[in-house]
């Protein structure tokens, strides 16, 4: 397994592969208890290149019977905060160094394009891990000056302290598998929690070889388990687990609303990151050239399956011909291939299902009197490719205007002033992020506070950065990931008063 699509594997990839799968669980590579797998498949072909532990609620017990043990007793309760931030830099440091095979296996196992998954994912994991290494040091209370109003002839004294919250379940994603696993699993072991981590059953791979370097690393036994298996069987025996302290997903929101009230049931903690429907918004000042550049990016980067694509695209009514027709000439001139290809900019979506799913919704559009000014169907072949697609003539209550597609088609509108744009942008149940694209300060300024996004950029998209906070307005979340605000999902405040 050397070869895939014509293209030569690193033989640390090829060495990864060969080896049989199993789940970490307290410190042991592990089959699931029933001894069921699953297919990991090639999205470019379509076919199984290996198996993986289909990991069910009695293994989901026994990882989260690991993680507790690890939380109270043993070696990883005395690591103290240097030592977190140590053992962290060396993990990112792992990863750097192993970086061409992460980003091997997940061109392979998600489809994405290799050059993007090495400069992007990786990259961008290794930055964040060294990020949140640095915050393990740098978990502080406060002292308060208390005044006792009932009892004013004694003294007292008044503190916090964050404690980390205790064993956390992490449900992820498909579409940036690493990157999505590193969010959560940073912040929390910087914290001193111990991790259960699910990744989705379609790319299980980089979660693997995650676990790999964490022992690699040093972590103790059942500080950070890996548990691939189904969603509904695993990942939902995890958010409703009453062993778990915290739940901590990433995906659609659909599914997030039961992770969330399967956690409630127990009072988990939770932290939601949920879907998108964002829009990109280009005043009337832009170059046409420069809006179709960031409108393509916005909603291409990584065949669309980005929860802020840009799917939603306003143009200012004098700009909106030439902008379209720029941006339909950039979709029909990108080239389409496997991931594992280092000239690929469009890979094959993560599945037939999401394939199919895609290409539903743009037959809807289409029978609703849209018109494709770009793309409009799938690839040629097995795999699970969809041409990108640029779809026009569209009004507000079609579905491919309302509802998150997660592929690399946009649906493009013009608007007339900032009052028809506010409204619009925000005409929808979602407020992950949106862009704005100008260079008079004064109206982005006005548009700002007007838009209902978790993060709002300006002449630009999708740039991601580990010390802003990211999550959502509206259905699009609870709950805030990376910077600081990453520390407090993963911590509990706790008071203490003290009578002198
Ligand atoms: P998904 O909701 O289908 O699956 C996400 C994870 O949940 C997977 O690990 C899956 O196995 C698990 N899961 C599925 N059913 C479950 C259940 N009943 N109980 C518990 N776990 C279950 O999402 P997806 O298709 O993998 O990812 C795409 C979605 O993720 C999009 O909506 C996208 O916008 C969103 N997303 C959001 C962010 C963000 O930060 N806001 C980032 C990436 C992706």
Not at 26 to 50: H, K, N, Q, R, Y
Not at 359 to 364: K, Q
């Amino acid at each position: 397994m050397n070869r895939f699509h014509g293209i030569e594997l690193n033989p640390a990839t090829a060495a990864f592969l060969a080896a049989p799968r199993k789940m970490l669980i307290g410190g042991e590579w592990v089959d699931d208890l029933s001894g069921a797998t699953l297919p990991v498949i090639d999205p470019a072909s379509g076919e199984a290149f290996c198996h993986v532990p289909a990991g069910e609620s009695a293994d989901v017990d026994h990882a989260v019977q690991a993680a507790r043990r690890a939380f109270e007793s043993g070696e990883w309760p005395r690591h103290r905060p240097v030592d977190r931030e140590r053992l962290l830099l060396r993990l990112a440091d792992l990863l750097e160094a192993n970086a061409q095979e992460f980003a091997e296996l997940e061109a392979l196992d998600n489809g994405k394009p290799v050059t993007m998954a090495r400069h992007v994912d990786v990259a961008l994991s290794v930055d964040f891990i060294r990020y949140m290494a640095g915050w393990a040091t740098k978990i502080e209370g406060a002292t308060m000056e208390l005044s006792a109003p009932l009892v004013r002839d004694r003294e007292f004294f008044g503190f916090t302290r964050r404690e980390p919250v205790g064993v956390v379940g992490a449900i992820i994603p498909w579409n940036f598998p690493l990157l999505m696993a590193v969010w959560k699993v940073a912040p929390a072991l910087a914290a001193g929690c111990t991790m259960i981590l699910k990744p989705a059953e379609d790319t299980p791979l980089t979660a693997l070889r995650l676990g790999e370097l964490a022992i690699e690393a040093g972590y103790p036994a059942g500080v950070l388990n890996v548990l691939t298996g189904l969603g509904h069987t695993a990942g939902a025996a995890l958010a409703a687990h009453p062993g778990i302290n915290k739940v901590a997903f990433t995906g659609s929101t659909e599914v997030g609303k039961l992770v969330g009230k399967a956690a409630m049931e127990n009072m988990t903690r939770v932290s939601l990151e949920l879907g998108g429907k964002s829009p990109v918004i280009v005043l009337d000042d832009v170059d046409p050239a420069v809006a179709a550049a960031g409108a393509a990016q916005a909603i291409f980067f990584n065949q669309g399956q980005v929860c802020t694509a840009g799917s939603r695209l306003y143009v200012h009514r004098s700009r909106f011909d030439a902008v379209v027709e720029q941006l339909a000439g950039i979709a029909d001139g990108m080239k389409i291939g496997p991931g594992i290809d280092p000239s690929t900019q469009i890979g094959p979506l993560v599945s037939k299902v999401q394939q199919n799913r895609v290409l539903d919704y743009v037959r809807s559009g289409l029978s609703e009197g849209a018109r494709a000014a770009a793309g409009g169907a799938g690839g040629d072949g097995p795999g699970c490719f969809v041409k990108p697609t640029v779809l026009v003539d569209v009004h507000e209550d079609m579905r491919v205007v309302r509802e998150e597609i997660f592929g690399p088609v946009v649906v493009a509108q013009p608007f007339e002033d900032l009052d028809d744009i506010a409204r619009r942008a925000n005409d929808t149940p979602y407020g992950l992020a949106a862009s704005i694209w100008s260079n008079d300060l004064a109206r982005v300024h006005r548009l700002i506070p007007r838009i209902q996004a978790g993060t709002v950029w300006v002449n630009c998209h999708n740039i991601i950065e580990s010390v802003m906070p990211f999550g959502g307005f509206k259905q699009s979340g609870i709950g805030r990931e990376a910077g600081r605000s990453a520390l407090e999902l993963y911590t509990e405040p706790k008071s203490v008063i003290m009578m002198l």
